[in-house]
């Protein structure tokens, strides 16, 4: 009696949806039309993507007219219509006309990028920050050289992007700690021959450190997936590190090794110790939405004059 009490409803909701579609389902008359889309999937047309804006923008058209000339009229069809919004914002984003330059709010471009918004600051007072939040002079506890949870201060705010998406690659720890970072930003490794390596070659049992009542210990990686996100943000400090969702990482990125960014970027940090004994309250303006003119200028100039020292893949 229980089992005709729940089908009877969902048999009349079924009934009355039919009624006000007036419309054939392709499906039903051929269900195996809904598997050739599936064959398209979304994280498939990514990983077939990256580096080749062309192929993703092709396949994503076949794969969006394929649901919309299949699932027509169906009541899994509108369901479905929620299944590759997904993938209407990544078409939306990036894909262009011809000879038209590739844009910035594509997940896809090579521009330099950081740490997902949704990221969490290990601050000094023993509270956690939303990265989104941070501000130059924010007390920061963050690695050191040898590999030692110290205090530090933020510098600035290289780029602040709120609203722009991007791929990351979320790195997931045996202790269930997640971070996530595109694919050329510098994590701490525990690594006979590295210190930090970008997040895109991070594997499954590879060694990262987190933080453990206030010690950095070395944890194995579980498993590395990649997603795409809205917001990033790229905060810089002294040491040129952060403790972000209680794992090390580096502040840099799309650059060939985390000690010549450091090095690079090293008159930004002489400039805010002058600032700071000055008593100049902020010696960096605060840029809520983009990155700021200085490390714009610094990466135009290198690209322009050493462009083999940055990483263009994603």
Known sequence: MAAIQTIFPAFVVLVLLSIVNGQPCPVEQDPVQLAECAQLDVQAIIQAAKGNLKLFCNLAERYMECFKTKTRNCIGGWAAEGGFTELQNLAQWCCVNPGVAEPDECPLHRNPKCFAGDGLVSMVNGEYKPISELRAGDHVYVMDSDNKMVEDEVVMMLDSQP?????????????????????????AVKNQNELFI?????????IVYINLNGQLEPVHVKNVTEEYKTGYYTPMTSKGTLIVNDIAASCYSNVVSHNLAHNILAPLRWWYSVGKFLAIREPFEHVENGIHWIPKTLLDLTREYLPSVLIESI
Do not use: C, Q, W
Request: hydrophobic share 30%; aromatic share 8%; no cysteine.
């Open 198 to 206: 970008p997040a895109n070659r991070v594997k499954s049992h590879d």
């Open 163 to 187: 609203k722009k998406p991007a791929l990351f690659y979320t790195i997931e720890t045996l202790t269930n700690h997640k971070l996530s970072l595109t694919g050329n930003h510098f994590i």
